[in-house]
């Protein structure tokens, strides 16, 4: 069984920074690709931004520019910077996860965590 615990996310004024975190633990034995994903109300859950395990990124175009994404595979852990945040940027964040363990090829997703972008 693999886990993940996001951090990071708040309230925040537009304009403003804030950096989300993934740690993955468990019975991992590679990690493929690592990325994040928001929703809205309303709204499916959409791609912002992804990293394979040799560093290769791709984002959303509505946060290019804005949000980087990075790994650190020593603690098998994802972040997100977000800087210059909007309104439109307000949904709770959940990260994903694409790895191997003992049984298979598995995919897993974080528990939430809820950004808000609010003056």
């Known amino acids: 069984q693999v886990q993940l615990v996001e951090s990071g996310g708040g309230l925040v004024q537009p304009g403003g920074s804030l950096r989300l975190s993934c740690a993955a633990s468990?019975?991992?034995?590679?990690?493929?690709?690592m990325g994040w994903y928001r929703q809205a109300p309303g709204n499916e859950r959409e791609l912002v931004a992804d990293?394979?395990?040799?560093?290769?990124?791709n984002y959303a175009d509505s946060v290019k520019g804005r949000f980087t994404i990075s790994r650190d595979n020593s603690k098998n852990t994802v972040y997100l910077q977000m800087n210059s945040l909007k309104p439109d940027d307000t949904a709770v964040y959940y990260c994903?996860?694409?790895?191997?363990?003992?049984?298979?090829?598995?995919?897993?997703w974080g528990q939430g965590t809820q950004v808000t972008v609010s003056s």
């Open positions: 990293i394979t395990s040799d560093g290769s990124t």
């Open positions: 994903k996860v694409d790895c191997r363990t003992f049984r298979s090829y598995e995919t897993y």
């Open positions: 468990g019975s991992i034995l590679v990690i493929y690709t």
